[in-house]
């Protein structure tokens, strides 16, 4: 067993473990979006969530609601190394990320995919008063939860919200917990319910691979969330 997959295995001191195993690896945590692009430049992907079992199940949820309701156009907020990307059925795609070396994997990996499109997100430089980023469905995969900075979070949320024209999907985790290195869990649905009156909660799909301290990286906390914007067509 990985060193790493063990500490996850150990009930909460596992969590604490892993925070400290992850600072003697990386090194301080400086933020988010430097962690991210440390990750991906060295080499790293976007996690086991984007892989194998979980990326097929993940995408099979999304597909699904992209089919049932018409989606033509998606944006995503967060789309790491692409290989989540790679398991999608979309008409149209814009993904975004913070780290410029996942994006760079996404542009050679889907070069000769003329739906897709890839944009460089910066929360504090992003201000789209125009419109030009706004899809009928707003993703956020396996992304809440990692963002650790109230700040960086509130702005994440709101250029999220704002992007959905008619609906906005999140999977991600819906509790609170104190930070881990670059990890917390966040009680996001209240949040949105305070924040965007203007949508209401649609629908929770609870995922078929709940987490389990024993299988860490086959299971998750989190589920599916889908918002649909009130008097929106379709």
């Not at 992209?66 to 149209?92: A, H, M, W």
């Not at 899809?135 to 900075?149: G, T």
């Not at 881990?180 to 649905?189: A, D, I, M, S, V």
């Amino acid at each position: 067993m990985r060193l790493k997959t063990y500490i996850r295995s150990i009930p909460i001191i596992g969590r604490l473990s892993l925070a400290v195993y992850a600072r003697m690896k990386h090194g301080p945590f400086r933020g988010s979006r430097d962690y991210w692009e440390a990750r991906y430049s060295g080499g790293g992907t976007s996690g086991p969530g984007s892989y194998s079992h979980l990326a097929v199940y993940k995408a099979g949820v999304i597909n699904e609601y992209v089919r049932r309701n018409s989606i033509q156009t998606v944006i995503e907020f967060g789309c790491g190394d692409g290989n989540q990307l790679s398991y999608s059925k979309y008409p149209r795609y814009v993904g975004l990320d913070v780290s410029g070396s996942a994006l760079s994997r996404c542009i050679l990996k889907f070069k000769a995919d003329g739906s897709k499109s890839f944009f460089l997100y910066d929360s504090e430089r992003f201000v789209d008063n125009g419109g030009m980023f706004k899809a009928e469905l707003a993703l956020s995969l396996d992304v809440i939860y990692h963002l650790v900075e109230d700040d960086v979070y509130s702005k994440y949320l709101r250029h999220l919200f704002a992007a959905g024209t008619r609906s906005v999907g999140i999977y991600s985790s819906d509790c609170d917990d104190p930070v881990l290195y670059h990890c917390r869990n966040r009680k996001f649905t209240k949040d949105a319910r305070q924040l965007f009156p203007e949508w209401e909660l649609e629908e929770v799909v609870q995922n078929e691979f709940p987490y389990d301290p024993k299988t860490p990286e086959g299971t998750s906390q989190a589920n599916f969330f889908f918002y649909r914007r009130r008097g929106a067509n379709g």
